[in-house]
């Protein structure tokens, strides 16, 4: 399939990441040039445009009109909703996928038509609420090609991280911590982060780094 994703933020990167594992033809939409060309450099490939993909001419030159599926998964819902809509509008072929940060404008999307919605936020707090023991890493999700991996962790209060900023920590190579949930509520974490005792984190590393990672936010080998 032929798949552009407008966003190359984290998330973005990886989709990109695990889609062209799978041997499918990537186009990604960044409008932040820096983002772009840290995206081409990770997965050592040109893929990634520079444009707005709220801008229909963007979309156009991205292939969008040839495209199985076109992915909003920016970090602001109104620019996905628009994406969306003008994927809908100008380009009958492609399947759209948006991303939802606020829970809350999940049915908007829904009611105007776009295809499927993920709203990250409730797939955290189902994944969360699971019984985990706190000195496991647990696999959650495996993506095909096995070389990425989504696991949960949960910092006890012997944590050697505990108090630290996520800057601070030694994390194995492409290991990214994408969310935690603390005190109920879902968090985006960035470098100035604190860990606190008792954190969940969802967690996206490659296989073998599970030993690395239990030292640095457990303690335990």
Known sequence: MFIVVVGGGKLGTYVAKALLEEKHEVVVIEKDEKKAARLCQFLSCEIARVGDGCDPLVLEEAGAGRADVVIADTGDDEDNLVISLVTKKKFSRPRTIA?????????????????????????????????????DVAPLMSFR???????????????????????????????VIVALERDGDVIVPDGETLVRAGDAMLIVMQPGATKELRTELVGAV
């Open 99 to 135: 991303r939802v940060n606020n829970p809350k404008n999940k049915q908007i999307f829904e009611e105007l038509g776009i295809d499927s919605v993920v709203s990250g936020t409730e797939i955290v707090l189902s994944i969360v609420q699971q019984e985990v023991n706190v000195k």
């Open 145 to 175: 090609g096995g070389n990425l991996e989504l696991v949960r962790l949960s910092v006890p209060a012997s944590s050697p991280a505990n108090q630290k900023r996520l800057s601070d920590l030694r994390l194995p190579k492409h290991c």
